[in-house]
Structure formats: structure tokens, C-alpha cells
Nanobody, 126 residues
Framework: QVQIVESGGGLVQAGGSLRLSCTVS????????LGWFRQAPGNEREGISC???????IYADSVKGRFTISRDSAKRTLYLQMNSLKPEDTAMYYC????????????????????WGQGTQVTVSS
């Protein structure tokens, strides 16, 4: 079955950096678009980035210029490099895969994705 496992979260000071990883198994990695979401307590789950199966990506305005999404087919891993972190970036971060090889016009919506990981916590202190 499909397994998605996030790692790399932790506690960091404002202005610092973290790199999240997401390993994917149980599906043809190169055939799926992948996304990163986050959810803070009391908030909706927010789509922050999506990458097509063959490259091409998109970001939410809240992270544009600070976060970078990438994928490594050989390692079956999705990454999220997060720089210039802010306290408002504090959230549980989730990786997701969708049953298409491209990010749709609704890439930021939970309903656009079919498989999810359990999340990794990121806490940014001020």
C-alpha cells in the first residue's frame, strides 16, 4: 500500500532554516504530483507548494521566496527547504500525493490529493 513518511521537523529560532523530507513508497513515484501542506491549531490545512511529476512547481504567497520544493526520483523523496522562518510558520507539515502527474488549478486544496502522510511538527520561536 502507499506509505508517505515526513521527517525533518523540529524547533528553530525565527530567521533559521529547516529541510523537510518526505519518502514515498507503494506508488510509481515519477507518475505523481506531490504537495506540501501545513496546519496550525485551529486553522484549516493550507496548501503551500506543489511540484509536478516532471518538474514545475507553484507556491502559496505566504511562503514564496522563502521555501523551495524539490523531488529526487532515485530516492523517492520530496523535500521542502524552508529559509527565513517566521513564528507564523509554526504548524504540522504534511506531504501528499495526487493521482495525476501535474498540479491542478486547485493544487492548494486537500481534495486535490489522494494520499497523505502523518505529518512532522515545525515550531519557530520568536
Amino acid at each position: 500500500q502507499v506509505q508517505i513518511v515526513e521527517s525533518g521537523g523540529g524547533l528553530v529560532q525565527a530567521g533559521g532554516s529547516l529541510r523537510l523530507s518526505c519518502t514515498v513508497s507503494g506508488l510509481t513515484f515519477d507518475g505523481y504530483a506531490l504537495g506540501w501542506f501545513r496546519q496550525a491549531p485551529g486553522n484549516e490545512r493550507e496548501g503551500i507548494s506543489c511540484i509536478n511529476a516532471r518538474g514545475g512547481w507553484i507556491y502559496a504567497d505566504s511562503v514564496k521566496g522563502r521555501f523551495t520544493i524539490s523531488r529526487d526520483s532515485a530516492k523517492r523523496t520530496l523535500y521542502l527547504q524552508m529559509n527565513s522562518l517566521k513564528p507564523e510558520d509554526t504548524a504540522m507539515y504534511y506531504c501528499a500525493a495526487r493521482d495525476y502527474d501535474y498540479c491542478s488549478g486547485t493544487w492548494y486544496s486537500r481534495q486535490a490529493y489522494d494520499y497523505w502522510g502523518q505529518g512532522t511538527q515545525v515550531t519557530v520561536s520568536s
